[in-house]
Structure formats: C-alpha cells, structure tokens
C-alpha cells in the first residue's frame, strides 16, 4: 500500500477518535502534533524523490501548515473538532496531492475534503449565516466534480473551472472562500486559508492548463471585475478576518489573469499563490489568538495593541508585510517573477495596481489595531511563548519559501503536467487520445 495513502488512512482513523474524546482536549491536541509530525517527517523520506517535485512540495507545506494550526490551537472545549478536522481535511489533501495514488482514490479524496468542507459549513449555520452561503458554493464545486467524470469538450472544461474557482476563488465564488475563512472554528479557517488555494493551483495546473481558448475571455474579465469588486468590498468590511479574506481574493485575482494569459511563468505564478496562502495563514493564527480572547469584533474593540502585546505586534507586522509584497518575503519574489516574465504590457501595471491597494488596505488595519488608543477598561494579554514558535516557523517559511522554484528542477519543469490528475484532462489538437475516466491512471500514454 502506498505510504501517504497508508498516513491518510491513519489521519482519518486519528480523526475519527478525537470526536470521540472530546472532553479530553489537551490529548487530543498533543496526538494531533504526533500525528502531523509523523506525516510530514515521512515525506521528507531520503528514498522518496517525490518530494522534490511540485506535488510533493506542497504536501510538505501542507502537513507543516496542519502541524502548525493544530499547535496554535488552545486546549479549549471544541478544540477537538477543530483538531479532528484540520487532522482529516490534510490527509484529504495529501491523498490528492501524491501522484503515484491511484486515480479512483484521488478523486474520492477530494471528493470527502469537499463534503467535510459542507458539513464543517452547515453545522455552523446555526451562528452565522454567511455559513449557509459557503455551504452553498461548496455543494456546487462536488456536483461540478462529479459531472466532469461525465461530460467532455468545453463543457467538461466549465465544470472543472468551476470546481477550481471555488478553491482558488474566482468571482462569483468569492463569498465561499471568504465564509469559509470567517466561519469554520478554531484554527480550521487559518488551515483552510492555506490548503483551498493550493488545491486549486493543482487543479489548475493538472487539468486547465493550458487553458482552452473558449473560456479565456471570460476568465480574463471575471479576475479583473473580481479584483475591483474585492477591493470595494475589502474597504466596506468589518470584521477582520473577512477583511484578510478579500485581500487574498484581490491577490488571487493577479493569479487567474496570469494563468489565463498565458504571460510568464506558470509556475512562478503557482508559488505565488502558494506565497499568498501562507501570509493568510499567518494573519488568521494571530487573529485566532485574539478572538480566542476578546471576542470576534477586534477592530473596533482592540486597539493600541503595540505597547501592550510586543510579541503579538511584532510577529503581525512581520505578517502584514509578507502579505503586502514587501522584500525579503517570498511574495515579493514571486510577483516580481510574474512581472519581469511576463510577455503582456498591461500585466504587470495591474499587478503593480492591485498591490498597491492591497498594501494600503493591510496597512492601514496594521494601524488601527496596533497604534490606536489602547483601552483602560480591558486586560491586554500578550501570546504566550509557544504560540510564538509556530509564528516563527510560519514567518521562517515565509523568508525560504521564495527560493523554491529555482531550487529544484523537477519544480521549474514538472515532467508532464497532466500526470496524476484526478480529474482526466481535456485531449488538444496535438494530442488526441483517449483517456480513461474510470479507474487507472489518468496519464497519457
């Protein structure tokens, strides 16, 4: 049996036992690290070279970002369900993500990551109703997957653009991702912040690319009108976490166009996404610990935090400058990648546009929470130490992250790009053969 299908298969087991032992957190928490660790220590396998391919990468970063969520999350009474889920939502993932499983157990992976995505959304219907709408665009992307096993031609080529829109948001499915970020509990929605994007890059990369010239119009139109909607909406926002969620869609934006106009580097443009995923994971840990405390209205609630929280301050400025494209982190690599690669004129003025917004925007919820006046009636109480220490990591990986696509070779120049994909891709003109659509494998001979 496979090794990843073999821990995914002990995740979900792992899962399956911390909903039962939920009055016991603090254990649940500690088997969770075990677990994690385990995961992501197994495919850093010397023997295995898989994970110095794009695929395997990102199963690094995923089980480091699960390992990282689950360390974040306090000892509290549902921290298990949190845990249970972030535990199951990764091994979902890593059973997609490996490329040597077979076809019929991918799709089925990403086919139970999408329903406990819906279930995770429903069951917090009840407190929020922004939930019942991410539950809504969740149920189309797994109707959306199981009709692309039985369509063809450029409706085939729809369905799964839409399922990769809902991942990688794409208006008008913006509002699941930004629910699924504002209502999922615990530490989940700063898991999910980085797992949906990079689900939906090698969705992407594995079935869309290159895209087919039908659907590039509209594509095009629908990331700059999703852009500028972003924005509108990213200023009107409230609460914060909403507000880190329509940054991101305003940057994921830059990503579809550049996917889409076939401009630069297709990969460089992934590892953007992956750069973008990573600071929003970083910015809804430190919001975790401030609810988990305060409350859900923090920026109205909480300012002047500078003085009185210094380890929390830092490590949040630190944060709001990886995501605002600021060197030395690796999104400002990455977009100065998409930039200097790219071979269309009005590219890289709107990348350098919706940066700029997106700087102005994270900036200036820097300033309201950190350097406004503190209040006297509220006990400031700083992150505790080993709170720091998944920060730091994730902060670390922020600096190093931005040198992997000219690390390796294997990630530069993938050999063949639809091998593995769970969903069989689309034949061209220059390739016309048939490709199974159940069972085996997808590759093409």
Not at 17 to 27: E, K, T
Not at 90 to 111: G, H, K, N, W
Not at 357 to 366: A, D
Not at 375 to 393: F, H, N, P, S, T
Request: hydrophobic share 55%; aromatic share 10%.
């Amino acid at each position: 049996m496979d090794l990843t299908l073999s821990l995914s298969m002990l995740a979900i087991v792992f899962a399956t036992i911390g909903l039962v032992w939920h009055r016991q957190p603090q254990q649940v928490k500690l088997t969770g690290l075990i677990v994690s660790a385990c995961i992501f220590l197994s495919l850093l396998n010397p023997a295995d070279r898989n994970w110095s391919s794009q695929s395997g990468i990102l199963s690094l970063f995923v089980s480091a970002s699960a390992f990282l969520s689950i360390l974040s999350q306090q000892p509290r009474q549902q921290a298990a369900h949190s845990i249970a889920s972030i535990v199951m939502l990764c091994s979902f993932s890593l059973a997609y993500l490996d490329e040597r499983t077979v076809q019929p157990m991918r799709a089925i992976s990403l086919a139970l990551l999408l329903i406990t995505l819906i279930f995770l959304a429903v069951s917090r219907g009840k407190t929020k109703s922004i939930a019942n709408c991410t539950a809504v665009f969740f149920s189309i992307a797994f109707l959306c997957f199981a009709a692309s096993f039985l369509a063809s031609g450029i409706v085939k080529s729809i369905l799964i653009l839409v399922v990769a829109a809902v991942f990688l948001p794409l208006l008008p499915f913006h509002a699941g991702f930004v629910g699924s970020l504002s209502c999922l509990p615990g530490t989940v929605r700063a898991f999910g912040a980085f797992v949906l994007p990079c689900l939906g890059w090698q969705i992407i990369a594995t079935n869309l690319m290159p895209f087919p010239d039908p659907i590039v119009s509209t594509v095009i139109a629908l990331s700059i009108c999703g852009g500028l909607l972003s924005t509108i909406r990213a200023i009107a926002q409230i609460d914060i976490d909403q507000t880190f969620a329509s940054v991101g869609t305003i940057l994921f934006s830059l990503a579809w166009l550049n996917f889409v106009a076939k401009s630069g580097s297709a990969e460089a443009t992934g590892w953007y996404v992956v750069s973008v995923a990573l600071a929003l994971n970083g910015l809804l840990l430190c919001t975790y610990h401030l609810r988990d405390k305060y409350g859900d209205n923090l920026r109205d609630n909480l300012p002047g935090l500078d003085q009185t929280m210094p380890r929390l301050s830092l490590v949040f400025r630190l944060l709001i400058m990886a995501c605002a494209g600021f060197p030395p982190f690796a999104l400002f690599v990455m977009t100065m990648s998409m930039m200097l690669t790219s071979n269309q004129v009005y590219i890289p003025i709107w990348i350098v546009l919706i940066s700029m917004i997106c700087s102005l925007l994270l900036v200036s919820v820097m300033q309201q929470l950190l350097f406004g006046k503190r209040r006297a009636d509220l006990i400031y109480e700083d992150i505790r130490k080993g709170d720091v220490v998944a920060l730091a990591i994730l902060i670390l990986l922020l600096f190093t992250s931005g040198a992997i696509p000219y690390t390796f070779d294997s990630v530069r120049k993938p050999e063949g790009a639809y091998r593995g994909s769970a969903i069989p891709p689309l034949p061209t003109k220059s390739m016309q053969v048939p490709v199974s659509l159940t069972g085996g494998d997808s590759t093409l001979c």
